[in-house]
């Protein structure tokens, strides 16, 4: 506060507006004189603080932040190329302390996977439009190199069934597996490189915050919907229908469905039905039981061996039941010559790559985080990405496909008792063992049982609970869930994650922009000023009204609406009579929330202030911003409302309008 | 506070989470027992505070607020009709006290802004590429119509220098005026009738707030790269240019000019930058000496008559000289039978109408409500609309082109004293007398003398001054200015329009899910607590640390990364031991700037409780803000993190750790 210069500016300013209220004027002059110390000294601090980062040091502090690794800032400079190859390698930290104890725990967690792994992957490669047999390939190269890089300890890795959903729908827009499957693998691999390389790539640069752009509310939701369209994908196996739609959306599938029925094989309905529920039942089992969690672990690999002998011995693919047949075996084949990087389709495959890479990220941290809090580590992002990224790009040179965290075997891994990545060692060499030995033996698999398989995965995708749990919470998350449920449902997966994504930012813009304002009131025996809508208990203060801006910004979209709403208060209050006989003398304007102001905003006060001093209410300022404050100074709003009128807080002002009141009673 | 349930809470958040610090547990017990009631009653307060409204109730009351007349809430229900009628035609109200006096001042200021308006009439006319007397026509009805509606009393209607341009911009792109003059004033038409029912509904429905979306930035933007683009389109006229470009972006303008170089008419040059400096001269003596406010305003109508005498005693016009020529005189014929609605271009029509209709509001509102404020009456934004899209309406019927509030016309009609919309109606009198009888008189003058009417008016329209506040104040809304003015220069007006308004959203969006906290400390002598960065006085406390976040929402965008940034402040204040010997024993996380949060920011605070208790410090949680506790509540993480930890304010939530501190310490 300037005492000497506050009433010259007072004066000043009252000069050049009419002068309907200039009796205030003497009223004023020993005011600033007779204000207690701590007040006038606390908006002294508030109006000579130093300026806050501007925008360059905000922007580059910003990208430093993201960029930068976090974590080597606070580790020691020595041995700087050791430390760096354990960042990059973790196998080589925590490798040195391992023993045998763990390894006994790793082997058994690791067994128990590949029995759950091996009819999944083969499930999934049917999902992406492949044969049985890449799967089982992305089953075994992905997590090895996982196990070098990764620094989780319970996460899974293989196929998983939205991402082989997400290929093929998105791929089969491009080439048709049924009549070109080689032209189509080779997109697969060409995706799954764009794929590894996106992940990477965000993860080097450190762009880890592009996974949050996709909210929890858009996750369930998408989860959800993929999670039902896959399923209507599994009736064609489950029906035994020939001759089925590409297309993913519920329409387009149904109509598929409901054309072929007259040709669906019962038998094989009732086969795939019968093992579906078999695995429901013992999952059920398994979570009541947490001793038998391996039960519904196992059931999935016993079914696909049961129905595989059911078939071979009653010899029923003769009579209608299809069957895998294409099973070859043997160590995943190099698949170098298959990316092409120069055909008509590369940007497409680039395009499908970044959003494979961001779905397969969202899953794989999700994932991650949730068990890495159970244990209490910290998994860092952006090393994860890293990691998922040189799998991918490792898979798509081994006939690999996209592979990422699977919730469901993760779960597993973790139940079993995993101490280490080496889980997922055990797990590919034990599926590398099946596929040089075994794959003959899975020639007569039924089709059906690989539709069940996918199918008893899904329950978990759909989290209602959750769903629930949005609406209660947050109706306009809800919103957004619905619009990836039913984007995914009756568009495609794509058109599903884009509305999400826009109903998601569209919110924090109308959040951001809304034009609300509060009245305070003072708490009975405190000096502490709150809503009192929220707080019935505040009261107001005769002649005073408190307003608070209750949006985060004062910009363009809302300052002047917001100054139409504060005048509307100021003078419709005058009219009621709410508070005294002589209505509203001071306007108290909190601007405690608003964190930024544009020069729309500014605008705006210098209109209100012009508009409250024309009608003989005067306006002081309460707890602005740093930002705020020294926008205002700059924009010297400042010196136009006179400085002695902005207050470093509601109680401040408060306690200053009350003397100017006395002073004009009496 | 549950004083009997929190310390049973508080064992069971425990129990679950690894025993790292279980002896705090013991601390706790008789804590809440020995609180000051004051700090309790107001933990129940905030508690138990009622719900805010729900969204259903926001949106509708939101729509109510915007949509249903304020003004008419205020006034007393009787007379009814009178009311109504009056407030559509407020002549009604004020006509009754007209009298003499006023009238005379009207009339000088009428006759004024009829000098002033002829030559700007005719000059917009042929920067709207239609014959001129359209011009005139435009200066008659439209004034007319919002005598009759409008509320301002200084406001000078009719044709304007942007939406001349912004007309013939657009429509060229769709007519050739050279080619096919009929067809082009038939679309002008048109999107002159689609500009007035745009408006008339804006105001009818209360969509006044859209004019807001255009940011006082973006307009300061527009308008500079439209005076720019303006006067470059004028080179046609100064240089005696034949062929010209019909685009209007900078570099096709400057290659036509350097292409046509070489048969430009210096003498035309002379005539025309002659008339161009006597008036910018006038303009500044008439700024300089308020008293000469006539000068400026005469100026140009004494040019045209000089111009045209000159042209005519020396045969000019013989010798290259072009001249106006055609120019039909009489009443403002019918145009009904020019609007077409059923042609192929009716969608553009509608579409460039929309963008006209905005553009005209803007500059209208912008100087109506400026000179309200100079005098001190308000203009209510949405009958404003209506009056001005009636006026459109009809004056599309009456071969108008799209007219609207002249910032310069405005400024000379309030310096002349109006005092009424009364100098409007002789105004457009005056007009429409010239168009009865002088129009042949205008036959000899030079197009060039047009060129530099329009030039002269461009001045007004480019501020660099408040440019250069907006660089001081917001470097943000100056790079929303940037962007306004180079789309329009080097793309199209819509292209610059379209920036801005992304710019400035982009702008929004990007504030409100800025990742930034703050550490706060307190002000000594004081129980208030502010930004250590702000407030270098503030001083930390040792064993709390008091973290507040920056941002209006936490939501998915940001909720991730504040959580890591939060953790990070904790663990490197221990590691770098800035707090005490024994680190961070309490975070104080203040939410008071947190107006909103989403389930992802709630799953965040969770992620983040359980790290901090994992890592043996404490969370409590101060200000949560009423949206944001009843959100809490709902997902019981209030529950979760112990009722008791949640506190009214700052101050009571330090107070509390404090005390446990000093019990954990004897």
């Known amino acids: 506060m300037q005492p000497q210069s506050s009433p010259k500016h007072f004066k000043e300013t009252m000069a050049t507006l009419p002068a309907e209220n200039s009796t205030m004027e003497l009223q004023q002059l020993d005011l600033?004189?007779?204000a207690p110390a701590g007040r006038a000294e606390r908006a002294k601090w508030l109006l000579s603080s130093p300026n806050p980062p501007n925008l360059w040091h905000e922007l580059s502090g910003s990208i430093r932040e993201t960029v930068l690794p976090q974590e080597r800032r606070t580790r020691?400079?020595?041995?700087?190329?050791?430390?760096?190859?354990?960042?990059?390698?973790p196998i080589l930290k925590w490798g040195r302390s391992y023993n045998g104890a763990k390894f006994k725990k790793d082997l058994m967690a690791g067994l128990t996977l590949a029995s759950l792994c091996i009819p999944q992957s083969i499930g999934y490669a049917n999902l992406a439009k492949l044969d049985p047999q890449y799967g089982l390939y992305t089953s075994v190269v992905p997590p090895l190199i996982y196990a070098l890089m990764g620094s989780s300890k319970e996460i899974a890795i293989g196929p998983v069934a939205v991402v082989s959903l997400l290929l093929s729908a998105m791929i089969q827009k491009v080439v048709d597996p049924s009549v070109d499957p080689v032209a189509y693998r080779s997109l697969v691999f060409t995706v799954t490189f764009f794929t590894g390389a996106f992940q990477a790539v965000f993860g080097i640069f450190r762009l880890g915050f592009l996974v949050d752009f996709l909210s929890h509310a858009a996750i369930?939701?998408?989860?959800?919907?993929?999670?039902?369209?896959?399923?209507?994908?599994?009736?064609?196996?489950?029906?035994?229908?020939?001759?089925?739609?590409?297309?993913?959306?519920?329409?387009?599938?149904?109509?598929?469905?409901?054309?072929?029925?007259?040709?669906?094989?019962?038998?094989?309905?009732?086969?795939?039905?019968?093992?579906?529920?078999?695995?429901?039942?013992?999952?059920?089992?398994?979570?009541?039981?947490?001793?038998?969690?391996?039960?519904?672990?196992?059931?999935?690999?016993?079914?696909?061996?049961?129905?595989?002998?059911?078939?071979?011995?009653?010899?029923?693919?003769?009579?209608?039941?299809?069957?895998?047949?294409?099973?070859?075996?043997?160590?995943?084949?190099?698949?170098?010559?298959?990316?092409?990087?120069?055909g008509p389709h590369v940007g497409e495959a680039a395009k499908f790559g970044s959003i494979c890479a961001?779905?397969?990220?969202?899953?794989?941290?999700?994932?991650?985080?949730?068990?890495?809090?159970?244990?209490?580590?910290?998994?860092?992002?952006?090393?994860?990405m890293v990691a998922m990224g040189f799998m991918n790009i490792v898979g798509s040179l081994t006939s690999c496909y996209a592979a990422t965290g699977s919730f469901s075997r993760t779960a597993v891994n973790f139940s079993a008792g995993s101490e280490t990545v080496v889980s997922n060692i055990v797990m590919a060499i034990t599926v590398l063992v099946s596929l040089l030995l075994f794959t003959r033996l899975l020639y007569y698999t039924?089709?059906?049982?690989?539709?069940?398989?996918?199918?008893?995965?899904?329950?978990?995708?759909?989290?209602?609970?959750?769903?629930?749990?949005?609406?209660?919470?947050?109706?306009?998350?809800?919103?957004?869930?619905?619009?990836?449920?039913?984007?995914?449902?009756?568009?495609?997966?794509?058109?599903?994650?884009?509305?999400?994504?826009?109903?998601?930012?569209?919110?924090?813009?109308?959040?951001s922009i809304k034009r609300s304002t509060q009245v305070l009131g003072r708490l009975p025996g405190t000096d502490i000023f709150c809503n009192i809508l929220q707080y019935p208990v505040a009261t107001q203060i005769p002649g005073i009204l408190i307003v608070s801006i209750s949006s985060g910004t004062l910009c363009f979209a809302n300052a002047s609406f917001i100054r139409e709403r504060i005048l509307r208060?100021?003078?419709?209050?005058?009219?009621?009579?709410?508070?005294?006989?002589?209505?509203?003398?001071?306007?108290?304007?909190?601007m405690s929330n608003v964190m930024n102001i544009d020069t729309s905003g500014i605008h705006?006060?210098?209109?209100?202030?012009?508009?409250?001093?024309?009608?003989g209410t005067e306006?002081?300022?309460?707890?602005?911003?740093?930002?705020?404050?020294?926008?205002?100074?700059?924009?010297?709003?400042?010196?136009?409302?006179?400085?002695g009128r902005v207050f470093f807080n509601i109680t401040d002002a408060v306690e200053y309008c009350q003397r100017i009141i006395v002073l004009g009673n009496c």
Chains 1, 2 share one sequence.
């Not at 397969?360 to 809090?373: D, H, N, P």
């Not at 208060?569 to 909190?590: A, S």
Request: net charge positive; aromatic share 10%.
């Open 32 to 34: 600033d004189n007779a």
């Open 76 to 89: 020691p400079r020595a041995k700087g190329h050791v430390l760096f190859l354990q960042g990059l390698f």
């Open 220 to 342: 369930v939701g998408f989860m959800g919907g993929t999670a039902i369209v896959i399923g209507l994908q599994q009736l064609k196996g489950l029906l035994g229908i020939s001759y089925f739609t590409t297309k993913t959306d519920v329409v387009s599938v149904m109509e598929a469905v409901l054309k072929a029925l007259h040709s669906w094989h019962p038998w094989k309905f009732v086969l795939g039905c019968s093992f579906l529920i078999s695995i429901l039942i013992t999952r059920f089992v398994g979570t009541r039981n947490k001793k038998l969690f391996w039960l519904p672990a196992v059931t999935p690999l016993f079914s696909v061996i049961l129905s595989t002998l059911i078939v071979y011995f009653t010899k029923a693919d003769k009579h209608g039941i299809e069957i895998i047949k294409h099973f070859k075996g043997g160590l995943n084949p190099s698949s170098v010559h298959q990316l092409k990087f120069g």
């Open 358 to 384: 961001l779905i397969a990220l969202t899953e794989a941290i999700a994932v991650g985080r949730s068990f890495a809090s159970i244990k209490g580590y910290h998994l860092y992002g952006n090393k994860e």
């Open 446 to 511: 039924p089709l059906a049982i690989l539709a069940s398989i996918i199918l008893s995965a899904l329950p978990g995708l759909i989290d209602l609970n959750e769903a629930y749990n949005l609406w209660k919470t947050d109706k306009l998350d809800f919103v957004v869930c619905l619009g990836a449920f039913f984007g995914v449902l009756f568009g495609s997966v794509e058109i599903g994650l884009l509305i999400a994504v826009a109903i998601s930012f569209a919110k924090i813009l109308v959040e």
């Open 569 to 590: 208060r100021v003078f419709n209050e005058n009219d009621t009579k709410e508070t005294t006989k002589r209505g509203v003398r001071i306007l108290v304007l909190d």
């Open 604 to 615: 705006s006060l210098e209109e209100l202030h012009k508009k409250l001093i024309s009608r």
């Open 619 to 643: 306006l002081a300022v309460a707890n602005p911003r740093w930002q705020v404050i020294t926008k205002l100074k700059t924009a010297k709003f400042v010196d136009k409302i006179e400085a």
